[in-house]
């Protein structure tokens, strides 16, 4: 299978990894030199290129599949809109008009598309209902990313990732220093973000469809940083509700809104698809980063 993963970044070069591992045909695109390299040291091609740009994508050799795994940078709803709803709408364009279109695309979206529900669980059947702008926008790449590539001959699929940890990504300072605000974490490791699209296509699982790409277990924060603290041999750290937290900075509307909003995803379909999470839980994912800090 020849891969092409658009944004080859935190994930997509752990994705592209370990499909070069298992003789897979494996194209990295990034704008960026320093990414380029990154993306040669693991071992696969790579190709300069902007993917909201149809002249760049040009570039880049016929595939089997692409994985859209862009990133806005962190930035507002508008650059965010650029990368996700219009880079993906031209990719599918600009791929799905070749003479030798790809079979399937894989479009990493978020959780967050989800909204508030109260600490409730979600999954793939649940109605979505984003609250802020950014996840506003991600809804209508997900739509985007399923509806569109029929019109091409193709499919798409939506791997919806919970919030990303690894190497790099440990941010384990921030919880065992706290304060800590109420809540919970839905999570997957960088490890199992990438390794689930990568079984969803070796296995040649859910064109047309949404698969969440969570760990086992929502964790709730406050206990959550207890073990952290608890495995690293240092204090508790300080804790405040998200009453105090909303009443104690000056935040904007969409920060608010983040706090506020609860719930607890499922990955039950994505188990019962059959993949096997090479880290479960936070327990088992941030042993490396719990070793490192005790063997400073």
Sequence with gaps: MRVAILGCGYVGCELGGQLAERDHEVIGVRRSEAGLETIESLGFEAVRADITDEDDLESIPSVDAIVFAASSGGRGATAARRVYVDGLETAIEAFGSREDPPDRLVYTSSTGVHGDHDGDWVDEETPIDPTTEK???????????????????????VARYAGLYGPD???????????????????????DAAGAVRYLLEEDLSRGEVVQVVDDEPAEKWAFADWLAEAAGVADPPKRTKAERLEGEALSPAAKRRIRTSKRCSNEKLRNLGYEFVYPTFRSGYRDAIDAYTSE
């Design 169 to 191: 990504r440990y941010r384990l300072e921030r919880y065992l220093e706290g304060p800590v605000t109420a809540g919970y974490l839905n999570m997957v490791h960088r490890d």
């Design 135 to 157: 996840t506003a926008v991600l809804a209508e790449a997900e739509r985007v990313a399923l509806e569109e590539p029929p019109e091409y001959g193709f499919e798409g699929t």
